[in-house]
């Protein structure tokens, strides 16, 4: 606003009017380094807390490998859930029972049906995959509202999996197949590597290729985006069934690290996730769904749940902290992206 | 002449920003009083602060009938003091009915069962109509209604604040959809009103109407109050306004144009609206598409970019043939068609990614899936030349398109689509809601890509707009076109072939002269 000093401008001169970077944008991006880094900041404020607190069991590598080797489930759900969160899809409220019944399935399948445990898998995954298909065709082809098609799919497949299950935890399966999850690599399981993987390779896909870029696009606004050549339902319709992919993953390499898996476990996962993912706006790209943050959130609550256990507290603390963290993410996200417009 | 509103010593300053500096006018009872300046001229930001949006700083005053209202500004008190607001475009809700839209916010309940005594709502809602004596049927849907009587009903809504013969009623930026004819109407139906004793504070960026219907004028610039007077025609307030002389382009013609092939030729389409349609365009041609607003000449450049869907037609873009009845945005794009569509917030850009990105959005979107890396210092080099040409400020291609005012956003479109060098450019009122210094530039935008052999449909039904820039008009009526008006065309001219034998008469016109008189 105080660029407008010259008052003869006109259109021949625009061009050459020489125009100095005004100070606000460097001390906007200070400011704007300051909330990428943050909760980061916060994390690491958290952990010399606890050190300080109770030197003796939180300093120590089995804390370092509890914090990191025990979130592989997390970071394959905040992943499948920010597929659709991206594209503009609120919320898909069936990624947690998809992951379930694929892990169930895979054990079910294995156990009690003697597959082989390669077959077993594949067709674990190919089911989720297609749920994710079933999601994504029902909002996007036939327009149904996103939460009721996944809430009522989500619930839909935890019964189905309660039912193949007889409502008992299915265990048995093959100690070799655990080496996909828990072969140790540097003093964590291959399965912190795989999410790790998984999320660097989605932030890939977000930050530097068109499909990415699409993406965003398509969740910022879906006419723009039509207007602009982007097949907006193609893209809406993979990302659900990529989510399915996924999910079904996740919970696959979940079932082999266990050996088996209990059709409710994949309930408690749901509010974690959600708040993962929203916590995860508030570091490295303020106000936006980003991939690494994320998963920088995931190992933040983490790390904030051993802690509190560490100090005393029982089973109670992770949903007072989840849930806490849930609302307070949410709030903060809302406040920064009502700060970047 | 005693005063309404005075205002006094408004200052808001945000971070290191003064907006506004010590603001201060006043508005007489009866009078039409209108607020004009540009965009960033801290005009968006005194109204926020009158509507109580923003908070001055210690120090201002704003009064009404001498009674000062507490600041920050609450609208329930301010409606108790007879002020009343009518936002953009009307402030109506299109599902609800006449009289609900009315009432809402004002309803009163039996004592006992909570139950609305519509009876007296629509009694309360009567009232206002007969006070402007115009009827409007209570129980039908708002879209339901003609735009006429959407005016109306946005009037009598406001009016319900103001008590007989006094009260202020604020119109911000409320007129901007209107068509002429119910411009005309909405401005016989305020006359009525003012000439009662309630006084209006007019927000507009048409200079245009400002000079026909105002009073008084008070310009704002660079966050400073710099006049307060009768107006002097829109030149004389675009001169106030701007602290400079515009430059003469307000006139179609001027650029040179290239020989060949037709740019775009339409030949017999049917459907979206249309019957029959012929239109054909020269390299570097501007053309101007009106009408009434069912007439179908808006729909143009949608077809155009393929996402409104047509029965039959021919389409054939620099001597191509395009398949029209199955052409998808993709192919649209691909064929060189490049649409900068009226609707900014829905269809022009996503608000809350940058200036950048919006940008490159049409080369990566055709690309779906693509996985290779964005060449992002290909893509920056390619649009910098752009923002130079048309004067974006802040020039900084990272900067968050929401954050930009509404001039500069429109020049986000046009560089999205013009950076892609397109052979035939479909615009849907490209300089609406836009000051007239971004307009200035949008405008000598449009007529150098023009200049390059670029053909361009213009498709509005702001004849300033098509005034500034067509070489011809064609004027459209039942989907197809009726009339072809050879360029340059007077305001005057295009408005007399829309509206066929109506005059273009001054808004307010009688009225005023009479009271000055």
Known sequence: MNSRSNPTLHPGARVAEPRTAPPETVRRSYGHLGSRFAAIGFWLALTVLYAVLTPDTFLTAGTFQTIFGSQQALVFLTAALLCTIIVGEFVDMSVASNFGFAAVLVAVLNVNHHWNVGLATAAAIAVSTLVGLVNGWLTVRLGVNTIVVTLGMGTFLLGLGLWITDLTPVSGLPAGFAQIALFTVGGLPIGFYEGLVLMLAFAYVMTFTPLGRNMRFVGANREVSRLAGVRVNRLRLGAFTVAGLIAGTGGVISAAATGGFDATVSQSYLLPIFAATFLGTAILEPGRFNPLGTLIAVYFLATGILGLQLLGASGWVSSVFYGGVLVIAVTISTLLHRKVR | ?517
């Open chain 2, 1 to 517: 002449m005693s005063s309404r509103l005075r205002i006094a010593g408004v200052s808001v300053t945000f971070g290191r920003h003064r907006i506004l500096r010590d603001v201060g006018f006043e508005v007489g009872a009866g009078e039409i009083h209108a607020l004009i300046g540009q965009n960033g001229s801290g005009k968006s930001t005194l109204v926020k602060v009158l509507t109580g949006l923003y908070t001055a700083e210690p120090g201002a005053r704003i009064e009404v009938d001498g009674a000062g209202l507490r600041l920050p500004v609450r609208p329930l008190d301010a409606r108790r003091h007879g002020v009343a607001v009518v936002h953009q475009s009307l402030g109506l809700v299109p599902e609800m009915s006449v009289l609900e839209n009315m009432r809402v916010g004002r309803l009163t309940a039996r004592r006992f069962t909570r139950r609305i005594r519509w009876d007296d709502e629509a009694a309360a809602a009567a009232r206002m109509f007969d006070r402007l004596g115009r009827r409007v049927p209570l129980d039908a849907p708002v879209h339901r209604l003609g735009e006429e009587d959407r005016a109306t009903v946005a009037i009598a809504r406001a009016l319900q604040d103001t008590p007989d013969g006094g009260g202020l009623i604020i119109f911000d930026e409320s007129t901007r959809a209107l068509s002429r004819r119910s411009l005309e109407h909405f401005y016989d139906v305020l006359d009525g009103v003012v000439g009662a004793g309630t006084s209006v504070l007019l927000i507009s960026h048409s200079l245009e109407e400002v000079a026909d219907v105002a009073d008084r004028v008070s310009v704002l610039r660079d966050g400073a109050l710099v006049s307060s007077g009768r107006p002097a025609g829109a030149a004389g307030l675009a001169k106030v306004m701007l602290g400079r002389v515009l430059d003469e382009i307000s006139s179609g013609g001027g650029h040179t144009r290239p020989d060949g092939e037709p740019a775009v030729e339409l030949t017999d389409v049917v459907g979206a609206g249309l019957d029959g349609l012929a239109v054909r365009v020269s390299p570097g041609e501007i053309v101007g598409l009106t009408g009434l607003a069912d007439s179908g000449y808006d729909r143009v450049p949608y077809l155009l970019a393929g996402v409104a869907p047509v029965t039959a037609g021919r389409l054939s873009v620099a001597g191509d043939r395009v398949d029209l009845d199955r052409l998808t945005p993709a192919a649209a794009i691909g064929a060189g068609i490049a649409l900068v569509p009226g609707d900014r917030e829905r269809a022009g850009l996503a608000m809350d990614q940058t200036v950048g990105e919006n940008a490159a959005l049409p080369r990566t979107g055709g690309r779906g899936a693509g996985l290779m890396p964005i060449r992002r210092r290909s893509e920056l080099a390619g649009l910098v030349p752009w923002l130079d040409r048309l004067d974006l400020r802040p020039r900084d291609p990272h900067a968050v398109v929401g954050t930009l005012s509404g001039g500069n956003q429109q020049k986000v479109v046009l560089a999205k689509w013009l950076s892609r060098d397109p052979k035939l450019l479909a615009l849907h009122e490209p300089t609406q809601a836009v000051d007239v210094g971004a307009r200035e530039i949008i405008v000598a935008a449009v007529k150098d890509a023009a200049a390059t052999g670029c053909g361009v449909l213009v498709a509005s039904g702001d004849e300033n707009e098509l005034s500034m820039l067509c070489d011809r008009i064609l004027v459209f009526r039942d989907g197809r076109v009726e009339q072809e008006l050879p360029g340059p065309c007077r305001p005057d001219d295009i408005v007399a072939a829309i509206f066929a034998a109506t005059d273009r008469r001054p808004l307010r016109g009688g009225r005023r002269e009479g009271a000055r008189a």
